[in-house]
T-cell receptor, first 113, second 112 residues
Framework: GEDVEQSLFLSVREGDSSVINCTYT??????LYWYKQEPGAGLQLLTY?????DMKQDQRLTVLLNKKDKHLSLRIADTQTGDSAIYFC?????????????FGKGTRLHILP | DADVTQTPRNRITKTGKRIMLECSQT?????MYWYRQDPGLGLQLIYY???????NKGEISDGYSVSRQAQAKFSLSLESAIPNQTALYFC???????????FGDGTRLSIL
């Protein structure tokens, strides 16, 4: 079945850029998402990209998609302490009625002072 | 006010008890979902519903049941709770095929 893989932990110094990587197996993926989960809260949609796009930028966030390698990344510029959270990569197919979103296990981003 | 509201936020109960977790939404979405989250395992889909009369099992539905009382309400029940159902439970909604899911803040459930 479909799978989404991401590393479990990432440590970054405050002010540096964070890059969180994700790989997926479903070649029919059409929507790819990044969610952020802060302690005690639910998942908050950060951004998403359609599979016909290579890049999407939104303020400090840049999403890069390499469809050939099935690789998605999220870059956070000028990382702040408020960016400390778990980040989930997810994908779905837009043509499938049962459009279950497949989530990765999440990457915990730790900010070093 | 939150668009997706879960109650209760926290619950501690004993093995064998019946528990209901409730979810209501003001987003007007037809699609609703229940997930559980365990440390290191990410999110696992329990049940999902595309409208009031369309309910489907997810990957880990055993031991759980759901009820879609209205478009805005989707409840999850544990008929006879067991300790390995201790987890964080999330409700989510979606506006349609390919649309992102919007999550509630979760219910932390502990079964002793």
């Amino acid at each position: 079945g479909e799978d989404v893989e991401q590393s479990l932990f990432l440590s970054v110094r405050e002010g540096d850029s964070s890059v969180i990587n994700c790989t997926y197996t479903d070649s029919s993926s059409t929507y790819l998402y990044w969610y952020k989960q802060e302690p005690g809260a639910g998942l908050q949609l950060l951004t998403y990209i359609f599979s016909n796009m290579d890049m999407k930028q939104d303020q400090r966030l840049t999403v890069l998609l390499n469809k050939k390698d099935k690789h998605l990344s999220l870059r956070i510029a000028d990382t702040q302490t408020g960016d400390s959270a778990i980040y989930f990569c997810a994908e779905t197919e837009s043509w499938n009625r049962d459009d279950k979103i497949i989530f990765g296990k999440g990457t915990r981003l730790h900010i070093l002072p | 006010d939150a668009d997706v509201t879960q109650t209760p936020r926290n619950r501690i109960t004993k093995t064998g008890k019946r528990i209901m977790l409730e979810c209501s939404q003001t987003k007007g979405h037809d699609r609703m979902y229940w997930y559980r989250q365990d440390p290191g395992l990410g999110l696992q889909l329990i049940y999902y519903s595309f409208d009031v009369k369309d309910i489907n099992k997810g990957e880990i539905s055993d031991g759980y049941s759901v009820s879609r009382q209205a478009q805005a309400k989707f409840s999850l029940s544990l008929e006879s709770a067991i300790p390995n159902q201790t987890a964080l439970y999330f409700c989510a909604t979606s506006g349609g095929v390919g649309q992102p899911q919007h999550f509630g803040d979760g219910t932390r459930l502990s079964i002793l």
